[in-house]
């Protein structure tokens, strides 16, 4: 072999003829040869040997009216026969949702995040899931609570005729169903069972929404009263900008607090954020009022105009952090329907959102005595699906109205809902009086200071919750789903908010229904938000619980939007410095105040991030304030004779 300096002193020509005629190189003019790919271990199809599994899975591809196919798991239980389905139809990955464990086993499958897997494992139903249109596997466009056929939406399809189209595929070709179908789903799960109910397929039975979509903008996902959520930023990017919510909300902030106070207003941050590409989001900016886009799709007012002839159980929860307003909206809707009585079932339960289907004993740092979640599963919803789902089964031994009161931490069986209404109900509203020396009473105040006054600074807002203020979510140990069971006494050490309380009770007080808000107040401003809550507020000791010794929980809270006084759908400038009437339902509350417990009545004018700050000077459109609208302002709470502040309580009496 020559020298490494011999060889590389040679002509190029030479050393390559030399390295070819040595066998180190071939010869340029030879063949070249050919080293065929290494072969693959991966088989092109798998097939799991899952003989020993206790369900077989069958992935499809239903076609819908217009050619559009949407991905659908269906699992069976091995060897069922004449068994009902439970339909969810979701945004959030069907395949997901049905493979929550790797087991041969249906409930650890399903377990985490399924509807009721207990109840339907346990009683045999076969469990369908499907991507709605447009998300995950399935084919076509995403539209966000695709409105139903009409001035909202022109095609032909929807969320109605996609659940119809998706049933009649499903007792056609499942040999194993008797042809019954419920459809059962949470949030947005909750909203497509409210849409079944549009021209329902006659294989549907019975539907389950809990804690559904409903009216966005009165009082559920996007707005309150007018008041934008926008801490639901993170939701609506995620949710729209791919179909399988693989790009991500990020944040430079440790503290929500921060990050929103960082970008201004909601539309600052949305186009710093990219969102004025997704199509949602530029309806919500062009829609800050209740006009017609939000009316003519809110679940409450299609159903009220349909025939209701599908058995349906509401589930409510009294803590429910994202959509509180829904469900009760749609049995005041439904409810008048029901001639027989049989028809619609309510269900209240001490719950946070989707709370129904987990571990229900305790909500942060309340207590229930008991898991209030499986009681609700295993005897209201499992005797609901039984009677009309299984073949010859007994009916329901249901109460039209099974209701948890808290306080006195037990279940209800009540023949309606509220309890406190006009008539011959056993109730009536009561007028608890904000009164001068931050004093709450049942007397109409008489002398004293006729107003109390705080200023509300845009540049400080109040943070709904202790800081840091975490991000919406439901991992990682984030508790987005207490902070309406947080305690009060945050708030209502701060100059910005005023606090009215009650002597300790020497009787228990019960309500049951929506406590209503009968605001005076005046802003020097032009445009104002109005926050008030109504607080249970715990003896300064508690020996079974010494943590919760003085605390305050909230019962009923909310936001209301000033410029909406004269009508939701009516923005107007505030006269500044004029005592005006606010008039607002808070959410409903089933509650007993024990005695030696007080009522507080706490009202401010943030609530922040949770909603976005009212810059207080009046402007067309609140998503595209200036740093320079947003003013400080002198708040004034009337309590005087003429000028009466008060919460009309739904009192029952004992």
Not at 111 to 133: F, H, K, L, T
Not at 148 to 170: C, E, F, Q
Not at 456 to 461: E, F, G, K, L, R
Request: with cysteine.
């Amino acid at each position: 072999m020559p020298s490494r300096r011999l060889a590389t002193g040679l002509k190029p020509a030479l050393l390559a003829f030399l390295l070819a005629a040595s066998g180190a190189l071939p010869a340029t003019d030879a063949p070249q040869a050919k080293y065929p790919g290494y072969p693959s271990e991966t088989p092109a199809s798998f097939k799991p040997a899952s003989g020993s599994f206790d369900y077989v899975e069958r992935d499809v591809m239903i076609p819908m009216r217009d050619g559009v196919k949407l991905n659908t798991v269906i699992l069976v239980p091995r060897g069922a026969k004449h068994a009902g389905i439970v339909l969810t139809r979701t945004p959030y990955d069907a395949h997901q949702l049905t493979h929550n464990a790797m087991s041969g086993h249906l409930e650890p499958l399903l377990q985490g995040y399924d509807n009721a897997a207990d109840v339907i494992v346990e009683d045999g139903y076969i469990r369908v899931i499907q991507d709605i249109r447009g998300k995950y596997g399935s084919e076509g466009d995403y539209v966000m609570n695709r409105p139903v056929h009409g001035p909202l939406n022109p095609t032909p399809v929807d969320d109605a005729t996609d659940t119809y189209d998706t049933i009649d595929w499903l007792v056609q070709h499942i040999p194993e169903t008797n042809g019954r179908v419920a459809t059962i789903g949470i949030s947005y799960d909750g909203f497509e069972p409210l849409m079944s109910l549009v021209h329902p397929h006659p294989a549907l039975k019975a539907a389950v929404p809990m804690n559904p979509m409903v009216d966005g903008w009165m009082g559920d996902d996007w707005f309150h009263h007018g008041a934008f959520r926008e801490q639901n930023l993170s939701y609506i990017y995620e949710q729209e900008a791919t179909r399988d919510n693989t790009a991500k909300w990020w944040t430079s902030f440790h503290d929500e607090y921060d990050l929103f106070m960082h970008y201004g207003s909601a539309g600052a941050m949305g186009e710093a954020y990219g969102m004025q590409q997704l199509g949602f989001w530029n309806k919500i900016l062009a829609h800050p009022a209740y006009d017609a886009f939000w009316q003519q799709q809110a679940m409450d007012k299609l159903l009220a105009a349909q025939p209701l002839t599908v058995p349906v159980m509401l589930v409510h929860s009294l803590w429910d952090q994202e959509d509180i307003y829904g469900d009760l909206a749609v049995y005041r809707a439904i409810k008048p329907k029901d001639t027989t009585g049989s028809m619609v079932k309510l269900v209240m339960g001490p719950w946070h959102h989707g709370q129904e289907i987990e571990e229900g004993s305790s909500l942060g740092a309340v207590r229930f005595g008991s898991d209030t979640a499986k009681y609700f599963r295993q005897h209201i919803l499992r005797p609901f699906l039984a009677q009309h789902l299984k073949d010859g089964a007994p009916k329901a031994d249901l109460a039209p109205v099974t209701a948890f009161q808290t306080g006195t931490n037990q279940w209800q069986r009540l023949d309606r809902w509220p309890l406190s209404c006009d008539g011959n109900c056993p109730g009536k509203s009561r007028a608890l009086y904000l009164q001068a020396g931050m004093r709450l009473g049942f007397d109409a105040p008489a002398n004293g200071n006729a107003y109390d006054e705080y200023v509300s600074d845009p540049a400080h807002p109040v943070p709904f919750r202790a800081r840091p203020i975490q991000p919406v979510g439901y991992d990682n140990g984030l508790t987005w789903s207490e902070w309406l069971v947080d305690d009060q006494r945050e708030a209502s050490g701060r100059t910005d908010v005023l606090s009215y309380e009650t002597a300790p009770l020497d009787r228990p007080l019960t309500i049951a229904g929506v406590p209503e808000v009968h605001l005076v107040a005046s802003t020097s401003g032009s445009d104002s938000d109005w926050v008030v809550k109504l607080i249970d507020v715990y003896p300064d000791q508690v020996a079974e619980q010494p943590a919760m010794g003085g605390y305050q929980l909230a019962v009923a809270m909310d936001i209301f939007r000033g410029r909406y006084r004269s009508g939701y759908d009516k923005p107007e400038a505030i006269a500044a410095n004029q005592p005006l009437a606010y008039r607002f339902d808070l959410p409903a509350a089933n509650h007993v105040f024990l005695p030696g417990h007080r009522i507080m009545v706490q009202v401010q004018s943030s609530w922040f991030p949770l909603y976005d700050r009212n810059p207080q000077t009046f402007v067309p459109n609140i998503f595209l304030a200036s740093p320079a609208d947003y003013v400080k302002a002198t708040q004034r709470v009337y309590h005087a004779p003429d000028q009466a502040s008060y919460i009309a309580l739904p009192v029952v009496a004992h």
